[in-house]
């Protein structure tokens, strides 16, 4: 479940959240458009730009066009590469040669370092211990005299040894802890000689430190050019090596990507033919089906036409070689137009619920809003616009803005909008109307003002004929 939640305080600031974090209104901007579509008379979205007919034909003949898209889009990806490389080595003599001076002077930089792996981290530990050398010192000098000379703890512990010993001797009970201190003082004897072995070692090297010192200052450097770490660092030594190569023999490299660019364009051209040919045959399909939808909306006369123009230069894009735009005639005698050129609010809100009545399977967006899109309409043309938005419903959720009463009769819940003035500032309240209410506001909608026991029954029939239809679908 995907919760979007916007407050809005009275100063006008706002909070964003979704799933209760915190977002911008970007981002609840973009997640929100990806689930709901909001569809108005004059705010057609994806519909009205033709640049995305593409993507909505596709996304119709999914099952087929999808694979030979992802085929297609596969072979494209290595064709940019090869000629993004291409394009680079083609560039002017001048701007290359300083290309390669400047790399070839950073491998030699990092080269000379001699770097190794962990390096710079096994410094840091020595330069450690090397500024702690006199309190390591100290301590260890102190621990060793605590233990070995006359009086110190290794006497004392041999004392408690051969008394235990004696003891156990003459009573075997004293056996096991006589053996516990004996074995503890062999073990610190071990202990007290290797301390003695590492205070003879232990030297304080000033010179040692500077040189780490330096070392580690050399690191840095390199750091802050190439890498945060000497990991990095040498895997961009390894990358610009394979560069340096490139470059000095740069007219074979340009010959063996002007080959390979030339084979995957055959590959990208069979692929983009075969993409062109899928969306054809979904194109059929579609416009087929489409005129049955504006037949429904009683616009059999208008014709309706998907055009799929294929370049036949083969300039080739991220979706194949094709243009894809939806055209439309709405009269007969009339040229087919652009569907983007369509003005008639009346038949461009009947195409629009055509179209989206389709499209709305395919699109997965969880919520539409149309908000007016009846306007310019009424009678038979009214009730099958209800019966269409209806059809959506049964996909998605669907809020719908409305005046007419078959619309209104339609719907599974009937809200309220008012605007009322209160002390100079304007409302708006929504209220969910019971069953009783919403025959009240249809009667309000078809007869106006005055309301009548006829325009009541009238109201009260349109409520039935629509649940009996719901009923039947």
Not at 48 to 65: C, P, R, S, V
Not at 125 to 150: D, H, M, P, V, W
Request: aromatic share 6%; glycine share 4%.
């Amino acid at each position: 479940m995907i919760v979007l939640r916007r407050d809005i305080s009275a100063s006008g600031k706002s909070v964003c959240r979704i799933n209760g974090k915190l977002v911008t209104i970007a981002v609840l901007r973009e997640v929100g458009s990806a689930l709901i579509d909001i569809h108005g008379q004059h705010e057609h979205q994806e519909l009205m730009d033709e640049t995305k007919h593409i993507n909505l034909l596709d996304q119709f003949g999914a099952d087929e066009i999808l694979p030979a898209l992802h085929e297609y889009q596969h072979v494209f990806r290595s064709f940019e590469q090869i000629q993004k490389k291409l394009k680079s080595l083609s560039e002017n003599e001048q701007q290359m040669a300083h290309r390669l001076d400047l790399i070839q002077f950073q491998h030699d930089e990092i080269l000379s370092a001699d770097l190794k792996m962990n390096e710079d981290e096994e410094l840091f530990e020595e330069k450690r211990k090397l500024g702690n050398f006199e309190k390591i010192y100290e301590s260890i000098q102190t621990s060793y005299s605590a233990l070995q000379g006359e009086q110190k703890g290794l006497d004392w512990i041999g004392l408690v040894m051969d008394n235990l010993q004696n003891a156990a001797d003459l009573d075997p009970d004293y056996k096991n802890v006589a053996d516990t201190v004996a074995n503890s003082f062999y073990m610190l004897e071990d202990a007290a000689r290797t301390i003695r072995n590492e205070l003879d070692s232990l030297e304080y090297d000033p010179q040692r430190l500077i040189e780490i010192e330096e070392r580690l200052n050399e690191i840095n450097q390199l750091k802050r050019k190439y890498g945060k770490t000497i990991e990095e660092i040498l895997e961009y030594s390894s990358k610009i090596e394979e560069e340096i190569e490139t470059l000095q023999n740069k007219e074979v490299h340009i010959g063996q990507m002007e080959k390979e660019l030339a084979s995957l364009k055959k590959d990208l051209r069979i692929e983009a033919n075969n993409l062109t040919q899928t969306r054809r045959k979904w194109a059929k399909k579609l416009t087929k089906l489409i005129h049955k939808e504006l037949k429904e909306l009683y616009m059999e006369k208008t014709v309706f036409d998907l055009r799929i123009d294929a370049d036949s230069g083969h300039h080739f894009h991220k979706n194949g070689a094709d243009k894809v735009e939806f055209y439309i005639s709405t009269n007969p005698g009339e040229p087919l137009k652009p569907l983007s050129k369509i003005a008639s609010g009346g038949e461009l809100s009947r195409i629009m619920l055509a179209l989206k009545s389709i499209f709305s399977k395919h699109q997965g967006v969880t919520s539409i809003i149309f908000d007016e899109v009846d306007t310019g309409v009424s009678g038979r043309v009214a009730q099958s616009i209800a019966e269409k938005i209806y059809s959506v419903s049964t996909g998605s959720q669907v809020l719908c803005i409305s005046h007419l009463p078959q619309v209104a009769a339609m719907a599974d819940t009937h809200l309220y909008i008012a605007k009322v003035i209160k002390n100079g500032r304007t409302k708006t309240s929504v209220t969910p109307l019971s069953s009783s209410e919403k025959v009240k506001e249809i009667v309000r909608m078809i007869s106006g003002v005055e309301v009548t026991d006829l325009t009541k029954q009238h109201a009260e029939e349109l409520l039935k004929l629509a649940q009996n239809m719901k009923s039947v679908t």
